[in-house]
C-alpha cells in the first residue's frame, strides 16, 4: 500500500508541475519558438521537478533503499501518468493513439520518451538522507 501511496503521490507533484510548465509553454513559448524548441526548454525544468518530487516522496514516505521498493514507486507514477495522457488528454485533443504518435516531433518525441524513463528510475536514483547530495550516482 505505501508503494501504491507514494506512487500516485509521485505522479500528482509532477503532473502538476508538467501542467503548470505546459500551459506556459503552449501560451507564451510556443508562438515565439516553436513547438520544438518550447517542448526541449521545458525538458530540464521537468528533470527538476522530477529529481525533487521523488526526493521528496523518497524522505515523506520513507522509502527503504530496496530497487524493488523505489522502482515500484516510480512505475506506479509512470502507469497513471501513461493512462492519463493515453485516455484524458487525448480525448481532449481528439486524438487516436496513432495520431499523436505521429503528431509528435522526432527530437521532442525521444527526449520525452527518455524524460519518461527517467521518471520511472529516479525514486531509485536519489537518497533518502536529509542533507545528502540528491543523487546516489
Known amino acids: 500500500m505505501q508503494i501504491l501511496k507514494a506512487g500516485l503521490c509521485y505522479f500528482a507533484l509532477v503532473f502538476g508541475a508538467g501542467f503548470v510548465l505546459g500551459t506556459i509553454r503552449v501560451v507564451f513559448i510556443v508562438p515565439r519558438v516553436g513547438v520544438r524548441t518550447a517542448e526541449l526548454m521545458e525538458t530540464p525544468l521537468m528533470f527538476v521537478a522530477t529529481l525533487l518530487a521523488a ?56 527526449v520525452y520518451i527518455a524524460m519518461l524513463g527517467l521518471f520511472a528510475i529516479m525514486p531509485l536514483l536519489v537518497t533518502r538522507k536529509q542533507g545528502g547530495a540528491g543523487l546516489e550516482m
Not at 514516505?61 to 492519463?84: A, I, K, N
Not at 496513432?98 to 527530437?107: C, I, K, L, P, T
Open 55 to 110: 526526493r521528496w516522496v523518497v524522505r515523506r514516505f520513507s522509502l527503504p533503499p530496496r530497487p524493488m521498493t523505489r522502482l515500484g514507486v516510480g512505475f506506479v507514477g509512470l502507469g497513471v501518468l501513461l493512462l492519463l495522457e493515453f485516455t484524458v488528454v487525448l480525448w481532449i485533443q481528439g486524438l487516436t493513439i496513432g495520431e499523436y504518435f505521429e503528431s509528435r516531433d522526432a527530437v521532442a518525441g525521444t
